[in-house]
């Protein structure tokens, strides 16, 4: 079974920073795109930033300059750093995964952590 494990989420002040990690784990063979999206009270969820196997990535226009994702391929795992943190950024962060596994054959399908809180207040 895959399982998607977020860390680093918490209570900042407004211009502070935060990084967020992800680690997939299960019999993964490959990851097409592993991203960050985020849900504030009375939203919809909407994707934050992602990043392709091939390296391209693509970020919400409120997060551009702020935020960055990258990954470190061997351990499987994707990081948001976040700077110049807003009260708007306040919201649940849940990572996402569209990955393929092997449970006796070939799988493929998108994959949500269960979620970490972001409060950006002072």
């Known amino acids: 079974q895959v399982q998607l494990v977020e860390s680093g989420g918490g209570l900042v002040q407004p211009g502070g920073s935060l990084r967020l990690s992800c680690a997939a784990s299960?019999?993964?063979?490959?990851?097409?795109?592993m991203g960050w999206y985020r849900q504030a009270p009375g939203k919809q969820r909407e994707l934050v930033a992602a990043?392709?196997?091939?390296?391209?990535?693509n970020y919400a226009d409120s997060v551009k300059g702020r935020f960055t994702i990258s990954r470190d391929r061997e351990k499987k795992t994707v990081f948001l750093q976040m700077s110049s943190l807003k009260p708007e950024d306040t919201a649940v962060y849940y990572c996402?995964?569209?990955?393929?596994?092997?449970?006796?054959?070939?799988?493929?399908?998108?994959?949500w952590g269960q979620g970490t809180q972001v409060t950006v207040s002072s």
């Open positions: 996402y995964a569209d990955l393929s596994y092997r449970d006796g054959r070939y799988r493929r399908g998108d994959y």
């Open positions: 990043l392709t196997s091939d390296g391209s990535t």
């Open positions: 299960g019999s993964i063979l490959t990851i097409y795109t």
